[in-house]
Structure formats: structure tokens, C-alpha cells
Nanobody, 123 residues
Framework: VQLVESGGGFGQAGASLRLSCTAS????????IGWFRQVLGKQRDFLGG????????AYADSVKGRFTIASADAKATLYLQMTDLKPADTAVYYC?????????????????WGQGTQVTVSS
């Protein structure tokens, strides 16, 4: 499975931004795509994920209500819609995949990772 993130960039506090994750290779069967972010020097934090089984989603409490995950193109493209951005959202954002459900919420559970895309939010 290959994953490529895009859509990162600069935004002001309060703005919205949508990240994309394009998956290729094996994208059938039972799997989960998750979104994580990492601030330099800190651990990679789970944001949310979407399962191939019924499109079930799960979110971290820290972003619930502000971030939404959706899929398109027969699940080959995943989106992370971020609203009401805050400077604390500044990080490198990654999508990751694992052939497991329900949505795992720890970094170690995921087997495939994209290269990451930088999001910078100014106040």
C-alpha cells in the first residue's frame, strides 16, 4: 500500500483546510486509514480514522467536532477536513493504513505510512 498526502500549507487561525490522502496498491478487503500528526520532538498523535467496514469513523477527543474524515473515489482518496484551525494544530500530518478494524488509535498498529504534509497555522 502506498499513501501520499497533499493539501498542507499555511492558514490563519479560524480558517479551514482539507488534506487528502491518496492510496494505491492493495485497497480492498478490511482495512482502516488513519490520520495522525506530529509536532517536532513529540510523539505522533492519532486524530481519527475511517474503516472500510461501513465507513465507520473514530476521532480523538482533541479534534472531535472540528475535524472530519471522509472517503471518495471508491475509497482510494481520503480527506481530513479541518475547521476552526488553531496555532496548536501546526504539525506534520500523516495518513496511515492497516488491514484491521475497528479503527486502531495507536501509531504502532499501523503498517503503512505516507510521507507527511506540513500544516502551519498562524494566530
Amino acid at each position: 500500500v502506498q499513501l501520499v498526502e497533499s493539501g498542507g500549507g499555511f492558514g490563519q487561525a479560524g480558517a479551514s483546510l482539507r488534506l487528502s490522502c491518496t492510496a494505491s496498491g492493495r485497497t480492498f478487503g478490511t482495512y482502516t486509514i488513519g490520520w495522525f500528526r506530529q509536532v517536532l520532538g513529540k510523539q505522533r498523535d492519532f486524530l481519527g480514522g475511517i474503516s472500510s467496514v461501513g465507513g465507520t469513523t473514530a476521532y480523538a477527543d482533541s479534534v472531535k467536532g472540528r475535524f472530519t474524515i471522509a472517503s471518495a473515489d471508491a475509497k482510494a482518496t481520503l480527506y481530513l477536513q479541518m475547521t476552526d484551525l488553531k496555532p496548536a494544530d501546526t504539525a506534520v500530518y500523516y495518513c496511515a493504513a492497516v488491514f484491521a478494524v475497528p479503527v486502531p488509535q495507536t501509531e504502532a498498529r499501523y503498517d503503512f505510512w505516507g510521507q507527511g504534509t506540513q500544516v502551519t497555522v498562524s494566530s
